[in-house]
């Protein structure tokens, strides 16, 4: 059964529609990846999966679940994370800080305990500490850990994002141009992440990007967006010799 079932999600704002009747599934174990040109509709339906957008019609099912009604803090509760295209981290904070705001979700103590900082509590945050460290491990980020976020390169600030969406556990993990702005090393460290969380984890990632290069060698199905319509959908080896694609991109 699949994880994600959008059907017939049509988004638009006054007279311009950013996403016409488009429908998609995402399976367990799958990498989608959504391209299209700019403009064609792709982070709106990131939006709309992650909440901050409210489709006019369709519906969206995650596990079962009707994500219509469910607010954006119930949606991360389920396990839907995100990047986002343009870096949105808290750039006064560590990067072990930045991290440790994603763990609010999996505090159970009060208020009162985790004022008091004892029993429960406390065992808390070690635990979710823990984890934290995990990933801060993982993306090799470790000289970076106590430092300030906006005083660091751009690529690194990346792969904090990218920490904190995994710091939620997500059971669905969405990926909004995770390599742009990135030089071919940085891309490629960054594509090896990727594909490790999957590898790993098994959880369905949505990405968009640009980089045709990334997404054939690591998407197993492509969705191609183009003034919020799907006009071509399959393997990426048919993708990119699907004409409509081509035209999309290059004009006739």
């Given at each position: 059964m699949p994880?994600?079932?959008?059907?017939?999600?049509?988004?638009?704002?006054?007279?311009?529609?950013?996403?016409?009747?488009v429908s998609l599934s995402v399976?367990?174990?799958?990498i989608l990846a959504v391209i299209g040109p700019n403009g064609a509709g792709k982070t709106s339906l990131l939006n709309c999966i992650s909440g901050f957008y409210s489709p006019q019609k369709g519906r969206m099912l995650f596990n079962g679940s009707d994500l219509g009604m469910m607010p954006v803090h119930k949606r991360a509760r389920q396990g839907i994370a995100r990047t986002f295209q343009n870096i949105e981290l808290f750039n006064g904070l560590s990067a072990l800080d930045n991290l440790l705001t994603a763990r609010h979700l999996h505090f159970k103590s009060n208020a009162l305990h985790a004022a008091?900082?004892?029993?429960?509590?406390?065992?808390?945050?070690?635990?979710?500490r823990e984890i934290v460290e995990q990933i801060i491990d993982f993306l090799e980020i470790k000289p970076e850990r106590k430092k300030v976020v906006?005083?660091?390169?751009?690529?690194?600030?990346?792969?904090?994002?990218l920490g904190r969406a995994l710091a939620i556990e997500p059971s669905l993990l969405l990926l909004d141009e995770p390599m742009s702005g990135m030089n071919v090393e940085e891309k490629e460290d960054m594509a090896r992440f990727i594909i490790d969380i999957f590898e790993e984890k098994q959880i369905p990632i949505i990405l968009i990007e640009h980089d045709m290069g990334v997404v054939m060698d690591i998407s197993d199905q492509v969705i191609v967006l183009d003034f919020g319509k799907i006009i071509a959908c399959g393997p990426p080896e048919q993708i990119a010799r699907n004409p409509k694609v081509i035209n999309a991109y290059l004009g006739k």
């Open positions: 994880e994600l079932v959008i059907e017939d999600i049509v988004l638009h704002f006054g007279g311009l529609k950013a996403l016409d009747e399976h367990r174990g799958e008091l900082h004892y029993g429960r509590s406390r065992c808390e945050e070690v635990r979710n906006g005083s660091l390169p751009y690529g690194i600030r990346k792969r904090i994002e």
